[in-house]
């Protein structure tokens, strides 16, 4: 596994992306992609050290942001990392404890390339991207 980013939910993206930029020095923003699919918007930026940030905001319904914003917790919600092969890398995890949020789903902001959600037994969920390398 590769480390890609972390991703925290918000309400509004250009408004996180101020917010953001005076607690933490993210100082690039890329496009801001909008996910017919998984109904959320979402961007990236990176800091001066080279770690990754997604952004990602409600955008239809249903959606799996707005009702972990109405609850206030998981807003620091995953950890994300590029797999060669994602059955096997979540079949893994599985093995581990981690239960699947869903079944894996393709995300316009990585091409097209499916991805899937797992809460690990320690509270916290790891999100899988399939990427060939």
């Not at 801001?32 to 930026?45: A, K, Q």
């Not at 409600?58 to 590029?82: D, E, K, Q, T």
């Not at 092969?85 to 894996?104: C, H, K, S």
């Not at 995300?107 to 991207?129: C, H, M, P, S, Y």
Request: aromatic share 10%; net charge negative; hydrophobic share 45%.
């Amino acid at each position: 596994m590769t480390f890609h980013h972390i991703g925290i939910f918000v309400n509004d993206i250009e408004e996180a992306q101020k917010k953001f930029g005076a607690i933490l020095p993210v100082r690039e923003w890329g496009r801001v992609f909008d996910d017919d699919g998984l109904h959320i918007r979402c961007c990236f930026g990176k800091d001066d050290a080279g770690l990754r940030y997604e952004l990602v905001a409600p955008f239809g319904s249903p959606n799996p942001v707005s009702g972990v914003l109405r609850s206030g917790r998981n807003i620091l919600n995953h950890v994300a990392y590029r797999v060669p092969d994602l059955e096997a890398a979540a079949r893994a995890l599985q093995e581990a404890g981690a239960v699947p949020m869903g079944p894996p789903q393709p995300a316009l902001a990585f091409g097209g390339a499916r991805v899937i959600f797992l809460l690990t037994e320690l509270g916290f969920i790891v999100e899988l991207i399939e990427h060939a390398q």
